[in-house]
T-cell receptor, first 114, second 114 residues
Framework: KAGVTQTPRYLIKTRGQQVTLSCSPI?????VSWYQQTPGQGLQFLFE???????NKGNFPGRFSGRQFSNSRSEMNVSTLELGDSALYLC?????????????FGPGTRLTVL | TQLLEQSPQFLSIQEGENLTVYCNSS?????LQWYRQEPGEGPVLLVT?????EVKKLKRLTFQFGDARKDSSLHITAAQPGDTGLYLC??????????????FGQGTILTVHP
């Protein structure tokens, strides 16, 4: 079974631009969660989508948004980029139901904002 | 807001030594997961513990979930250079609807010298 895939793997943008990251979950998984990882803050939860609906949201500004498609693929968008948005963006997929609901991570997208 | 305190933050040891990483919280978790992450890659799930007092073994790695499900530990016996990496604990809260939200510890950077 293929794992979680994320594209692109690397991105370089300048301040003020916007960016869209993509995540394809493991086949059969209906939940996709997004995390931001930085050396100073560690892994911070951005949001989670399940069946095309945002089910959970972290404490990030409205410049960070996402969506999920009917095939469970998800995109994350960051508008008006700031230098502090430079980070590794990780998505994780899970079955999405109750119970243990283990999350499996993709390789991440390394975003650098200049 | 749930917090997971992970310690130590850095660990540098010689091959063959034993080590323990701790993950503590004042909150109760319905489950707790341990991940290992290599530079530039996403976290890889090692184990999930669910039941208070549960102990799971994965070769030289032993994971324990506290009786009250507020803390966990990872013990590595006879560490090898291949164990080098960032170890992360992540908990899912016991109440509410935070299905897709994991709270991560800050991580432990383990370096095993040959």
């Amino acid at each position: 079974k293929a794992g979680v895939t994320q594209t692109p793997r690397y991105l370089i943008k300048t301040r003020g631009q916007q960016v869209t990251l993509s995540c394809s979950p493991i086949s059969g998984h209906r939940s996709v969660s997004w995390y931001q990882q930085t050396p100073g803050q560690g892994l911070q939860f951005l949001f989670e989508y399940f069946s095309e609906t945002q089910r959970n949201k972290g404490n990030f500004p409205g410049r960070f948004s996402g969506r999920q498609f009917s095939n469970s693929r998800s995109e994350m968008n960051v508008s008006t980029l700031e230098l502090g948005d430079s980070a590794l963006y990780l998505c994780a997929s899970s079955l999405g139901g109750g119970g243990i609901n283990e999350q499996f991570f993709g390789p991440g997208t390394r975003l650098t904002v200049l | 807001t749930q917090l997971l305190e992970q310690s130590p933050q850095f660990l540098s040891i010689q091959e063959g030594e034993n080590l323990t990483v701790y993950c503590n919280s004042s909150s109760v978790f319905s489950s707790l997961q341990w991940y290992r992450q290599e530079p530039g890659e996403g976290p890889v799930l090692l184990v999930t513990v669910v039941t208070g007092g549960e102990v799971k073994k994965l070769k030289r790695l032993t994971f324990q979930f506290g009786d009250a499900r507020k803390d966990s530990s990872l013990h590595i016996t006879a560490a090898q250079p291949g164990d080098t990496g960032l170890y992360l604990c992540a908990g899912r809260n016991a109440g509410g609807t935070s299905y897709g939200k994991l709270t991560f510890g800050q991580g432990t950077i383990l370096t095993v010298h040959p």
